[in-house]
């Protein structure tokens, strides 16, 4: 049965979808479409229930993010993204859920976390300076977590490299509103963040290989599974979701348009089997992006609640999938997009939204085959993997 949270997703749908255009207009998710997504519940599917959260099984969050994703690719995109992050949250020291979500469990986190800072040692914690772009849903959110390299004391990054991922509160970082002018998923106002010499107490930072390998979560005395699975199963698990929903949403527009629809030979449609066709290899192939995607996080997840380890091999299959997940999904949408008439062109028609969305999905790092393939063939032959393979499987 689906989790309520996606049953109440379903039944927003129609709003949902009639928001998307104007989301895109505005560069950012309405209040509208933020006050939905509140109501139905996604951003807390991985909060503790201890703050108010749902603590659900990964499948239930991929199931929700598809299904938002499916009316609204940027509101899609913004619940993976924002949604995962209370994960990684409740894995780090308790007095940081409690700053968070102690008087608002509503309270939502932005990121990136892309290494753009440079966090200087000093007594008790860090000094934090750096610009990160990419912050999506960063207006509806009131922290942020962000990546950071620490600092050798003179303002360059320490050798060897040591990431952290660290998280600040709204007062600590300025939104850059300018920093959003792009050819999809506008609607996300994934804008610029900045901070400017502030200051970070070591425990609201976290060492990346720790919550990479489930260690912050044992170290801090979290023992659910969910808070235990590698971070780079999950934060991929948000992002791949919006793009088969996106591709779903916009299957679901291109027979509804097509139904109805007379090419220029004088022909319906509905008797062209080169278009029939197509449509049909493209609702196969997207289904089994969408199974195979939760196929892989939920084996993950049942592996971990046994008490058992996952191997670099195990996370470096995931990872494959996914990312060939995102790729099948996007390729079967060009299928039914190609065959969809002129007028598919017109900003009017919300199937080419849906195709810009998803092309602008495909292009985030997590989605690169190159690594990801690349570092899964030498796992499989058994080969040690070099460090910079390692980073995102």
Request: aromatic share 8%; hydrophobic share 40%; net charge negative.
């Amino acid at each position: 049965m689906a989790h309520d949270v996606v049953e109440r997703v379903e039944s927003y749908g129609p709003k949902l979808a009639e928001l998307a255009a104007g989301n895109e207009k505005l560069g950012k998710l309405s209040d509208e479409t933020v006050g939905l997504l509140r109501s139905a519940g996604v951003m807390r599917l991985l909060q503790p229930t201890k703050f108010g959260g749902y603590a659900a099984h990964p499948r239930d969050f991929a199931e929700a993010v598809m299904a938002v994703a499916r009316h609204d690719g940027a509101a899609g995109w913004v619940c993976g993204v924002v949604g995962v992050h209370p994960w990684e949250a409740a894995q780090m020291d308790p007095r940081v859920a409690q700053e968070i979500w102690g008087e608002n469990p509503e309270t939502w986190i932005a990121s990136p976390y892309m290494p753009n800072g440079i966090a200087e040692p000093v007594e008790g914690g860090y000094m934090l300076t750096g610009r990160w772009p990419f912050s999506s849903g960063t207006d509806h959110c009131d922290w942020v977590f962000l990546g950071a390299l620490v600092g050798d004391g003179k303002g360059r990054p320490a050798t060897p490299p040591n990431v952290l991922h660290v998280i600040l509160p709204r007062s600590s970082y300025e939104i850059i509103d300018d920093s959003w002018d792009v050819v999809g998923l506008n609607g996300t106002g994934s804008k610029d963040v900045v901070v400017d010499d502030a200051f970070i107490p070591a425990y609201r930072t976290v060492n990346q290989d720790e919550v990479s390998d489930g260690q912050a979560a044992a170290s801090n005395g979290v023992n659910e599974a969910l808070y235990q699975l590698p971070f780079t199963s999950m934060f991929p698990l948000g992002i791949t979701s919006a793009v088969i929903g996106i591709c779903e949403g916009a299957l679901a527009v291109h027979l509804a348009q097509q139904r109805e629809r007379v090419t220029v030979t004088g022909v319906q449609v509905r008797d062209d089997p080169y278009v029939l066709y197509a449509a049909g290899e493209a609702a196969a192939e997207i289904a089994a992006s969408r199974a195979q995607l939760i196929d892989g996080i939920s084996r993950v997840y049942d592996r971990v609640a046994a008490g058992e380890m996952v191997s670099l091999e195990e996370r470096s299959d995931i990872r494959r999938n996914q990312v060939r997940c995102a790729w099948r999904a996007v390729s079967a949408l060009d299928e039914i997009f190609n065959r969809s008439g002129g007028n598919v062109i017109r900003r009017s028609n919300p199937l080419q939204r849906y195709w810009r969305d998803a092309h602008v999905g495909l292009a985030h790092m997590i989605h690169v085959p190159g690594s990801a393939y690349h570092a899964n063939s030498l796992a499989q032959m058994g080969v040690e993997l070099p460090p910079h393979l390692r980073v995102m499987i």
